[in-house]
């Protein structure tokens, strides 16, 4: 498992029975999580007092109890700034699991040693984004959310990006990959994380089990005849790591080399000291 024990401003401070509790900066969140199946003596005081729980409706959806938590704050990861705010369905607009690909990308560009193009596609607020502009790189961002793409500029502000080489779009993703490949525009490195399921601008159905493998053979054909990695996430309930990891060696390690890995991303819980899972990533790497 990929762990990301790097945070001082999040913590997963305990979970179980269907939740998790967690520090997001100075404000406890109680937020449910369909991993954390085992029990919790809730021994923890902050399941006591949280400043906001999600609670899911037995129609579906569900809603924030907020309390005295403010509409949105600023947490750190390292050298990188994001704006959290309690959104619809649980979401607080950051997904901390993904510091472990934010380290493994950054670590990437600043070993190349020259120049490199990063595509973030399904590029929600931007966590990659800002990671890969901080280490150097140039990002082309894609999210059909206008919404978000807006979310993702303001973390690049935060950070101290807003005059970093970034293209900020609003455009379904895999059509503005189609225009990329008629343009001739090639990227070294590329970033993917396709929702389960989704609808497109003109009704399209997006389900990820019929559209990820044409969707990533598609995405091949912009990357340069040098490309340095590769990272496909998936939050699909059942989709085994291994899938992502076969499809990248299927569509970018037969025509590159390089090398394919695969793993669960996890966080550290500190009541327990064991990691819960929180989805699955395959990283391809020229190396």
Known sequence: MWIADGWKDYELLDCGGGEKLERWDKQILVRPDPQAIWETDHSHPGWRRANGRYSRSSSGGGHWDKGKLPESWPIHYKELTFQVKPMNFKHTGLFPEQAANWDFAMEQIRRAGRPIRVLNLFAYTGGATVACAKAGASVCHVDAAKGMVAWAKENARLTGLQEAPIRWIVDDCAKFVEREIRRGKTYDA?????????????????????????????????????????????????????????????????????????????????????????GATGRWTAE
């Open 190 to 278: 590329m970033i993917m994380d396709p929702p389960s399921y989704g609808r497109g601008p003109g009704g399209e159905v997006w389900k990820l089990e019929e559209n990820l493998f044409p969707f990533v053979k598609l995405c091949a054909r912009v990357l340069s005849d040098k490309p340095l990695f590769v990272i496909l996430n998936s939050y699909t309930t059942g989709l085994a790591p291994s899938v992502l990891g076969y499809i990248l060696q299927m569509l970018v390690g037969k025509r590159f080399g390089g090398r394919v890995t695969w793993d669960e991303l996890g966080l550290p819980c500190t009541q327990s000291g064991m990691a819960l899972p929180c």
